[in-house]
């Protein structure tokens, strides 16, 4: 495990490019390795004038859902002894951690913090039931695709063409060509070209 010097180091790299004002500091090291310094002078000579850090639960380094949190003084004026106490102390107020439902661990009272996206899961509930539902509508789309090829080959078919739309604005996305013989090159970016896509070559040909 790594320690807390190194959890807040890359916790920083980790900084908000749009808001350059808040840099992150996980508080695991803090709270939870009770007796591992931070590296306080590494805190000073790179982030002198900041004073916001964001806590993160110590059972969840996945925790993408930290609370930002401001200190009292800067780092260039906090003290090590100062910073646990302010990073504890928000720990302990009321309300702040809540049981998760599911599995007990403690996480963020989502009373005491709304999220429009989060209930009241720890975050490794959340995304083990997220993960599970994407593997769901992923086999969903897949057995969809299957019927929709069957489909298309029982009235002649033979291939299917996946092309991928680069436009010159927004995103990517794909179209499928469904063909009775294998589509030429320039077929295929006779469709691309008609959407205006950007890149001519991003596709794949199977046989049904
Ligand atoms: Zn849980």
């Known amino acids: 495990m790594s320690d807390a010097n190194t959890l807040a180091k890359e916790a920083f790299s980790h900084r908000d490019p749009k808001n350059p004002q808040y840099h992150h500091l996980v508080a695991r090291g ?8 931070v590296d306080v002078e590494w805190l000073r000579q790179h982030y002198a004038s900041y004073n916001t850090v964001l806590l993160r639960l110590p059972s969840s380094w996945s925790e ?8 009292s003084k800067p780092f260039d004026e906090i003290s090590l002894a100062e910073l646990k106490a302010e990073v504890t102390a928000y720990f302990k107020e009321p309300d702040a951690l809540s049981a998760c439902p599911k599995c007990g661990s403690m996480t963020w009272n989502r ?9 009241e899961r720890c975050s490794d509930c959340w995304m083990a039931a997220f993960s599970e539902n994407m593997t769901k509508q992923a086999e969903k789309q897949k057995a969809k695709d299957a019927a929709r090829d069957a489909k298309r080959k029982a009235e002649g078919f033979t291939h299917k063409t ?14 499928e060509m469904y063909s009775r013989t294998p589509p030429t090159p320039a077929e295929i970016q006779t469709v691309l070209k008609r959407r205006q896509s950007q890149v001519l070559t991003d596709h794949t040909t199977v046989a049904l």
């Open 162 to 175: 996946l092309m991928w739309v680069h436009p010159p604005h927004g995103h990517d996305y794909q179209v």
């Open 64 to 71: 993408a859902w930290g609370q930002d949190v401001r200190l």
């Open 30 to 37: 803090l709270v939870s390795i009770q007796g591992t310094p």
């Open 111 to 119: 009373k005491h913090y709304p999220s429009e996206c989060r209930d």
